[in-house]
């Protein structure tokens, strides 16, 4: 049986959004991943060293993996660094999401939150480019 690990689903992801880029071939992924199973090496590293690729762009690319909503909505200019940390630290005791709080206290109107999720979604998953 096939199982798909986090650690795997990363990897084919920022495979993934290197091809698209075009900063490689599906070929030298192919092949790199390849290599990678006989070594204890990660996807990035190996590329890397393979010299396909420099470490500059791989890290562009996991920190757009990786990116939060209040970093979009800060991004966006939807809310300010100061309404972000207030949110953030009521967080906790509130037992609500960070979409939520901006909500209620209508920093944000629910449309635009949806739209920035769908971002945030789209971007993770590698289809959604950051200039």
Avoid: C
């Avoid at 090496?41 to 690319?61: A, F, R, S, T, Y």
């Avoid at 200019?77 to 309404?83: D, K, T, V, Y």
């Amino acid at each position: 049986m096939f199982v798909t690990t986090l650690e795997q689903k990363t990897k084919t992801i920022l495979g993934e959004m290197l091809i698209r880029k075009g900063w490689i071939s599906q070929a030298q992924l192919d092949q790199t991943l390849a290599e990678q199973l006989s070594s204890n090496k990660k996807l990035g590293e190996l590329l890397i060293e393979k010299n396909l690729i420099p470490q500059e762009k791989i890290e562009q690319v996991l920190l757009e993996q990786h990116i939060m909503l209040g970093q979009l909505l800060l991004q966006e200019r939807l809310i300010s660094q100061a309404e972000l940390e207030q949110a953030l630290a009521e967080q906790p005791s509130s037992n609500k999401k960070l979409g939520e709080l901006l909500i209620e206290k209508n920093l944000i109107p629910q449309e635009k939150l949806e739209k920035i999720i769908e971002k945030q979604y789209w971007q993770k998953n590698g289809f959604w480019l950051i200039s």
